[in-house]
């Protein structure tokens, strides 16, 4: 503050809209984005993309608890005890919801990161597609294992 720069001078007020923490910035915001065009409607799109990534990594979270209890929608006849493949299967299920979340997190950063630089973003990030992809193959598998253990 200047020697004799009154709260309501405006010398005094531009300081404090420019000082920051201790380093001195523009006085306008720099992570606000303009509302142009469709904007809002991106930035929605990319809350609801993570949002249902986060949905399926708890799904797959489910289905990896009930693996591990071997809990069922139907009960089993008490002579059917199967033991097997209960514990790498679950695992596995279990890395998947976390490639998920880590997939669901990696486009909304990328997006975000593009939408405040203005870039067209539309058109998914190759390791996005590689990690849904092998998660995708990881539910038609366990689709295929539990079929098969069931019959």
């Given at each position: 503050m200047t020697v004799g720069a009154s709260s309501d001078s405006p010398a005094y007020i531009q300081s404090i809209q420019c000082s920051v923490g201790g380093l001195l910035r523009p006085?306008?915001?720099?992570?606000m984005v303009a509302n142009t065009g469709s904007t809002c409607r991106d930035f929605c799109m990319l809350e609801r993309n993570i949002l249902s990534h986060l949905k399926l990594a708890l799904l797959l979270s489910l289905l990896s608890s009930s693996l591990l209890l071997r809990a069922r929608l139907v009960p089993e006849k008490e002579g059917n005890t199967d033991t097997g493949g209960g514990v790498p299967l679950a695992v596995v299920e279990f890395v998947a919801a976390l490639a998920c979340i880590v997939a669901g997190v990696w486009e909304y950063y990328s997006g975000y990161w593009d939408l405040r630089k203005t870039r067209a973003f539309l058109a998914a990030t190759k390791p996005h597609l590689i990690i849904m992809g092998s998660v995708a193959g990881v539910i038609f598998g366990t689709c295929i294992v539990?079929?098969?253990q069931e019959a």
């Open positions: 006085p306008t915001m720099a992570h539990l079929l098969v």
